[in-house]
T-cell receptor, first 112, second 109 residues
Framework: NAGVTQTPKFQVLKTGQSMTLQCAQD?????MSWYRQDPGMGLRLIHY???????DQGEVPNGYNVSRSTTEDFPLRLLSAAPSQTSVYFC???????????FGDGTRLSIL | QQQVKQSPQSLIVQKGGISIINCAYE??????FPWYQQFPGKGPALLIA?????SEKKEGRFTISFNKSAKQFSLHIMDSQPGDSATYFC????????FGAGTRLTVKP
């Protein structure tokens, strides 16, 4: 049982580049979510999904896209990277909507 | 602005002591109050949680105290150990989970 797997673990991008952060879970959880963690700010919700084909915006969605074609996968796309998106990104899953239970180990993203 | 205010930012406790972390909120729609523990380089892990109809919940050395009228809740770690050294986040849920800013706990041997 792998839980929640995030790739890559580290990434450096240049301003304006795009990339996709991958997230996969093997617990058959319907609810999945993406957070960013910045010093002194805790975790802030970017986007979430309550099941395949259903996504919605969280607190800080601008500059990010998501899709949910399967129960297992929930990728996060940065459309045109900006230095303000330098952060640590966490994906989480749960069988209960709005209550993240299992987190991945994060992707540390630097935008130059 | 932070919907859940957490204090202190950092805390140093001697081994065997009691660690206390406090959180406050304003939104009365919050109906679930978890605490998460995060070690360096890892994602947060759900530690313990409480609902507002209960004033206290204990799991091993970890206790949540909840004061609904004051809109405050706190985490108490009894007999703190060096292995408890981590960052702790309180959170509160309405439709989504709102996190506090975190407390970095160091337990000195």
């Amino acid at each position: 049982n792998a839980g929640v797997t995030q790739t890559p673990k580290f990434q450096v991008l240049k301003t304006g580049q795009s990339m996709t952060l991958q997230c996969a879970q093997d617990m058959n959880h319907e609810y999945m979510s993406w957070y960013r963690q910045d010093p002194g700010m805790g975790l802030r919700l970017i986007h979430y999904s309550v099941g395949a084909g259903i996504t919605d915006q969280g607190e800080v969605p601008n500059g990010y896209n998501v899709s949910r074609s399967t129960t297992e996968d929930f990728p996060l796309r940065l459309l045109s990277a900006a230095p303000s998106q330098t952060s640590v990104y966490f994906c989480a899953s749960s069988y209960l909507s709005g209550q993240p239970q299992h987190f991945g180990d994060g992707t540390r993203l630097s935008i130059l | 602005q932070q919907q859940v205010k957490q204090s202190p930012q950092s805390l140093i406790v001697q081994k065997g002591g009691i660690s206390i972390i406090n959180c406050a909120y304003e939104n009365t729609a919050f109906d679930y109050f978890p605490w998460y523990q995060q070690f360096p380089g890892k994602g947060p892990a759900l530690l313990i949680a409480i609902r507002p109809d209960v004033s206290e919940k204990k799991e091993g050395r970890f206790t949540i105290s909840f004061n609904k009228s004051a809109k405050q809740f706190s985490l108490h770690i009894m007999d703190s150990q060096p292995g408890d050294s981590a960052t702790y986040f309180c959170a509160a849920k309405d439709n989504d989970m709102r996190f506090g800013a975190g407390t970095r706990l160091t337990v000195k041997p």
